[in-house]
């Protein structure tokens, strides 16, 4: 992660009073997707993002997807992505309030006969 980021990317760190209480992590992608235009095929991915528990609810990742995106706006990208679980609510519903749209829906089945996990 760190050195993906460190290709025209970041990694932020959020701290409360000194302590650690979550970070963000990304970096540019540059795809060759024809059925794509160009603006689209390069943009900011969002790697991960994470709070402590314990501080989560105080927009905390907002923050940090908010200072990450004027990165990414000073190296010229003019889209971010970030991809959730569909069942992950809380972080869906972070990413939406920090301006996020759906882009691409995933759809999975399981094979039946074959164990979970």
């Excluded at 992590?25 to 060759?32: A, F, K, T």
């Excluded at 603006?39 to 991915?45: E, T």
């Excluded at 940090?64 to 889209?79: M, T």
Aim: hydrophobic share 40%; glycine share 12%; charged share 20%.
């Amino acid at each position: 992660m760190q050195q993906q980021a460190g290709e025209g990317g970041a990694v932020l760190v959020a701290e409360i009073e000194g302590t650690f209480v979550g970070f963000v992590s990304g970096w540019i992608e540059q795809e060759h997707n024809i059925a794509e235009t160009a603006d689209s095929n390069r943009f900011g991915y969002i790697s991960d993002v994470c709070v402590l528990p314990a501080y989560r609810g105080r927009r905390i990742a907002s923050q940090l997807l908010n200072v990450l995106e004027k990165h990414f706006s000073r190296a010229g990208v003019k889209r971010m992505r970030i991809n959730a679980l569909a069942a992950n609510g809380s972080a869906r519903a972070s990413y939406e309030n920090a301006g996020f749209v759906p882009y691409e829906v995933v759809y999975e089945k399981i094979i039946p006969g074959y164990p979970a996990g």
